[in-house]
């Protein structure tokens, strides 16, 4: 029995509630914009206390699983597997349906979440825009799951808040960068440009002015889709850094 039925009992929603619901046929509520991702759950023995403990890491799809075994930096192992996520609430199906959303047993908590955001917030389109290949893969690389309804804006912000400071001011500078370049990758791991991003971070970690810009700031402000806010401080201050 799938997602629905679990719930509440049934397999599918009744038809006759889904044709009464507002129609939401002018846009694609439910285009993948996002790669899929998964959360593995590995347990093995701790390298320095030699006991067992579990981690959890996540990773884009396909994964290697022998890759993934090893960020866990766990030996020993003594299964590897894929975790359920979480079950969307029969509060939040509810709404769902009351939206129009056709539902599928196959959705999770998260799924749905981003898809009542995209229904509820006709004005805001942002999490809509598909997340980049190489975004996934950094957000992954920081143990975020992502639903596949999840667009570059809720991408962005997860990330940002996961950075380190030093991390956030590396990402801040490449961004600008990129968009000074007219370009739409996220790949920082294989920009040309590392030295000269560590230089700006070396130079401007201390730096308050910065710092107080920058507190302001949340990830989808960088977004390389759309064009930066040039009257900000942070901003003034990495375009004169890029300038020299």
């Not at 199906?93 to 917030?121: F, M, P, Q, W």
């Not at 990830?219 to 759309?226: I, M, Q, T, V």
Request: hydrophobic residues 35%.
């Amino acid at each position: 029995m799938g997602l629905l039925g679990r719930l509440f009992g049934f397999g599918r929603p009744d038809e006759s509630i889904m044709d009464e619901s507002p129609n939401l046929d002018s846009i694609d509520l439910q285009k993948k914009t996002c790669p899929e991702m998964n959360i593995y759950k590995i347990r093995g023995r701790h390298p320095e206390t030699k006991r067992l403990r579990t981690v959890r890491r996540v990773a884009l799809e396909p994964a290697d699983q022998e890759a993934v075994i090893a960020s866990s930096g766990l030996y020993d192992i003594q299964f590897c597997e894929i975790e359920e996520q979480e079950l969307p609430s029969e509060r939040q199906i509810n709404y769902a349906i009351d939206l129009g959303i056709n539902l599928s047993d196959d959705y999770t908590k998260e799924d749905i979440s981003c898809l009542i955001t995209r229904a509820v917030h006709e004005e805001d389109r942002d999490d809509m825009i598909p997340v980049d290949l190489s975004l996934a893969k950094m957000v992954a690389d920081h143990n975020i799951c992502l639903s596949i309804f999840s667009g570059e804006k809720r991408a962005l912000n997860a990330l940002w808040f996961q950075l380190s400071k030093e991390e956030q001011l590396r990402f801040f500078i490449f961004c600008i960068h990129q968009n000074r370049l007219k370009c739409h990758s996220y790949d920082l791991e294989h920009s040309p440009y590392l030295d000269y991003y560590d230089r700006f971070v070396e130079e401007y970690k201390d730096n308050e002015s910065l710092r107080r810009s920058l507190s302001g700031y949340v990830g989808s402000d960088l977004s390389l889709n759309k064009k930066p806010n040039k009257q900000r401080n942070a901003y003034k201050i990495a375009n004169e850094f890029l300038i020299k």
